[in-house]
């Protein structure tokens, strides 16, 4: 795993906020969408807990939040995401509200 540390002044962040977009289609086969929401939380507090969000960095998490919501935003295509950079384009009227 790769360290995480700064390569100079200005790459170094006293706070970053950032956000995860994760977008789950279920074939649900009779599973009621209360048990599944349940399920999507249960993992996000999980990974959490078990430190997935800092890995092997000095990073601490300072605050973190997470909701399932049945009413999802188009992101746009989640399969053109720019590997290489890790960026997928938002819509300007999200980056307003957001940035």
């Not at 995860?20 to 009621?32: F, H, K, Q, S, T």
């Not at 992101?75 to 890790?86: E, I, P, S």
């Amino acid at each position: 795993m790769q360290e995480g540390k700064a390569k100079n002044k200005e790459d170094e962040e006293k706070t970053v906020k950032l956000c995860l977009i994760v977008e789950v289609e279920y074939n649900a086969n009779g599973v009621p969408r209360k048990f599944l929401e349940g399920l999507i939380m249960g993992a996000v507090e999980r990974e959490v807990g078990n430190g997935m969000l800092t890995g092997d960095t000095a990073a601490e998490v300072e605050h973190w939040k997470a909701y399932v919501s049945p009413f999802c935003r188009d992101f746009g295509d989640l399969d053109k995401v720019n590997r290489d950079k890790q960026t997928l384009d938002v819509p300007s009227d999200v980056q307003e509200k957001v940035g």
